[in-house]
């Protein structure tokens, strides 16, 4: 099967992603039909290439006319996508290898997922597009994704934003919903795959082919098993060089083997053996969907650290406290200030600063010397990363202003401190812009943490490039993550065996 | 490797001790110095060559539990007490003893666990961790996938949450780190060159000096 396919050393699926003219085989005038609503999906997001429907019943759907067959096709396609009942999809695979067809999506389902006789039918479908060197996607898969040619070929009618994240999911709906999801957290995508069954193309030719591509910055993946013999580790050891794969791995409570004679193998969970694989392999690996967002925002739009020493500031203690010591407990330092530092903040700050590494500005409400401090800070070489608690924009104090009704003397100390407030919000703004450009300067990732904002962290992504997250735990390991990878990336390349 | 084709061919489920040792001694692991005897002038000979104190056990496949059948005699001292504890073996009633092992007497100070298995999606994987009766307790191990990098090696020792016992200790030496991973190497391609081996353990390895020793070895074969 698919694992014994000769390693070839690029492996071209631009025409899955980036295909310039499709066909729909199954496409239905029927709404409540994938053959319908993936076509509607496809038309909606503006695809670029050309879209022929397939369906001898039907003279047009969408308003696009509709073909016969295949064969009755105005021009050659580079990519078939396919909807129809699995019963059929054996005798199309022979249809697209006579039209020469290079790739096929196969969205149907009722294969090896469903039982022995799917899994039949499968083997006979995965047989045949072998014969013809087609590639095929799944089956039962929930579609594709490509930025280049606006293509969203996927049952649920997502829009991604376009950026540098390409992703490969197991499950397909863990995959929809990611890109859905980082629609609203600001997060773009460049290619996606539901791989399905994985009948032919598996995960591990998905990551080879990301690898290899240059609009892919950060691979995403989520994985529930690999085939035996596939060779994750060596793999992904060699594209974790050129570019962090974060992967989220589901089924993980396996316990070890049982009926073992020895020690080795009955402590061996699969568990065990995957977290061992993805960090030989310098893979970043996630525990929870929420870290794989994070973690996403921050590898696609930061530098890496080069060590683990954080510089914290913030505008009140407790939440300098709380991150300093999340950050000690999680592998992280938060090295003193030396004399030199300080000095320059006693220039700046009023007496009372907390002379220290977390930097407390301690609240003022004049004038802020955030973005100031913020720079001093950043030009420290005792330091190779940044959490800036209160530096997005707009907190929870702007809520101040709505809704309230009171005697006249309170309604016009209100419209005093609203003006006030709303002035001081153009601050922050400025002050984001400040911090993309520390960043850049810097080559430091400085990670904004802004409590009780939770609507901020797009915009800040979408309008700075400034990654913040609501909690100082969650910078906190995120930070861990991407100094962990840098880490990777500094080990000896020594690969002396035995 | 002859070691495991006749023990194939004869239908073990496993290499004896000894032999176990020699495969691992094939691939540079430091062993225990050792013998198989069958006769008592023949373990006084051995006891002495090896030089005191020595261990004497019952020696076979079947005999892989051999604290709990009470097969082994440790810290014998001169020849009179490998003549009495050979005879004792020998004559035990819990189990059929052909052979003996006599083996050097190693007091190392730390036992470790060094093993491989084979993983269903990523085939043979390299086990570390504490070794003797602390395995089962504390389950403090780390795995790799073979084939390992010396930096795999090195990455490994790190892994485990009781990683102080490699450092220096009351008195003695930190562990041989390049020893080691050596040995945590070698492991790895063991299982990689021989697809008839299922798992194996080494427990304990222990530190003498600061330099490991594998002290009993259990090779299961598929």
Redo the contacts between chains.
């Keep these: 099967m698919a694992a014994q396919k000769p390693n070839m050393k690029t492996l071209d699926l631009d025409g899955i992603f980036n295909p310039e003219r499709i066909a729909m085989i199954g496409a239905s005038a029927n709404p409540r039909k994938w053959g319908f609503i993936i076509l509607l999906n496809i038309l909606k997001a503006n695809y670029r290439g050309r879209v022929y429907p397939i369906n001898p019943r039907e003279a047009s759907i969408l308003g696009y006319p509709c073909y016969r067959s295949l064969r009755d096709l105005p021009e050659k396609v580079d990519m078939v996508l396919i909807t129809t009942p699995a019963k059929v999809v054996p005798d199309l695979i022979d249809e697209c290898g006579a039209q020469r067809i290079p790739y096929v999506i196969v969205i149907t389902s009722d294969f090896s997922e469903a039982g022995p006789e799917g899994a039949a039918l499968e083997r006979d479908v995965v047989a045949r597009a072998e014969k013809y060197g087609i590639r095929l996607v799944g089956p039962n898969s929930m579609g594709v994704f490509g930025s280049k040619t606006n293509l969203h070929a996927t049952m649920p009618p997502v829009m991604p934003i376009h950026g540098n994240v390409s992703m490969f999911s197991q499950s397909g709906n863990v995959g929809v919903q990611m890109l859905a999801w980082g629609e609203q957290e600001g997060l773009g995508f460049n290619k996606f795959v539901s791989s399905g069954n994985e009948g032919d193309l598996n995960c591990i030719d998905y990551l080879r082919y990301f690898a290899e591509d240059r609009d892919t910055g950060v691979i995403l993946g989520y994985l529930e098993?690999?085939?035996?013999?596939?060779n994750?580790?060596a793999e992904a050891k060699k594209i974790s060089r050129k570019k962090p794969i974060l992967v989220f791995k589901g089924g993980r409570t396996e316990a070890g083997?049982k009926a073992?004679?020895?020690?080795?193998?009955a402590?061996?969970g699969?568990n065990?053996?995957f977290?061992?694989?993805f960090?030989?392999s310098g893979m970043v690996e996630v525990k929870t969907s929420q870290a794989l967002m994070d973690c996403a925002k921050a590898f696609s739009h930061y530098p890496l650290p080069r060590g683990n020493r954080v510089g914290i500031i913030t505008r009140g203690g407790g939440w300098g406290v709380i991150t300093a010591d999340f950050c000690e407990e999680n592998g992280l330092v938060v090295p003193p200030l030396p004399e030199k530092i300080i000095k320059k903040f006693n220039q700046i700050l009023p007496k009372y600063w907390s002379h220290g590494n977390p930097v407390d500005l301690v609240a003022t409400i004049s004038h802020d010397p955030y973005p100031e401090c913020l720079e001093i800070l950043s030009r420290w070489e005792g330091i190779d990363a940044i959490i800036a608690l209160g530096a997005g924009r707009r907190g929870f104090t702007y809520r101040y202003s709505k809704d309230v009704t009171g005697p006249q003397e309170v309604m016009d100390a209100i419209r005093m401190a609203s003006t006030f407030i709303e002035q001081r919000n153009q601050i922050p703004d400025e002050m984001l812009k400040g911090v993309r450009q520390l960043i850049v300067k810097s080559k430091k990732p400085i990670i904004v943490v802004a409590i009780g904002s939770e609507k901020s962290h797009k915009l800040n992504l979408a309008d700075y490039q400034v990654v913040s997250y609501p909690t100082p735990e969650r910078a906190v390991r995120v930070l861990w993550q991407m100094y962990k990878y840098s880490r990777f990336l500094n080990?000896?390349q020594?690969?002396?065996?035995? | 490797m002859k070691i495991i084709e006749d023990a194939l061919k004869r239908g073990a489920k496993s290499l004896s001790e000894y032999e176990s040792k020699l495969l691992l001694a094939e691939y540079g692991i430091p062993i225990t110095g050792e013998a198989v005897v069958t006769t008592e002038a023949d373990a006084v000979a051995k006891a002495a060559q090896i030089g005191y104190p020595v261990v004497l056990k019952g020696s076979g496949e079947t005999l892989s539990h051999k604290t709990e059948m009470n097969l082994i005699a440790l810290n014998l001292r001169d020849d009179n007490e490998v003549r009495s504890a050979f005879r004792e073996l020998t004559s035990s009633t819990r189990a059929e003893v052909k052979e003996v092992l006599v083996q050097q007497m190693v007091k190392g100070d730390r036992e470790l666990l060094v093993g491989m298995n084979r993983d269903i999606q990523f085939g043979p994987c390299v086990m570390f961790g504490l070794g003797g009766i602390f395995t089962e307790i504390l389950e403090d191990v780390a795995f790799r996938v073979a084939p390992l990098s010396r930096f795999d090696a090195m990455d490994m020792m790190n892994d485990i949450r009781g990683k102080k016992i490699l450092d220096a200790f009351r008195g003695k030496p930190a562990v041989d780190r390049e020893k080691l991973a050596d040995i945590l190497q070698a492991i790895g391609q063991i299982g990689l060159d021989h697809e008839q081996i299922a798992e194996i353990d080494i427990n304990p390895l222990k530190l003498l000096d600061g330099k490991p020793l594998a002290v009993d070895a259990l090779v299961v074969l598929k």
Excluded: C, N, T, W
């Design positions: 098993g690999i085939e035996p013999g596939a994750l580790v083997g073992a004679a020895s020690h080795s193998a402590m061996a699969e065990e053996i977290r061992a694989a960090r030989q080990s000896p020594d690969e002396r065996k035995f």
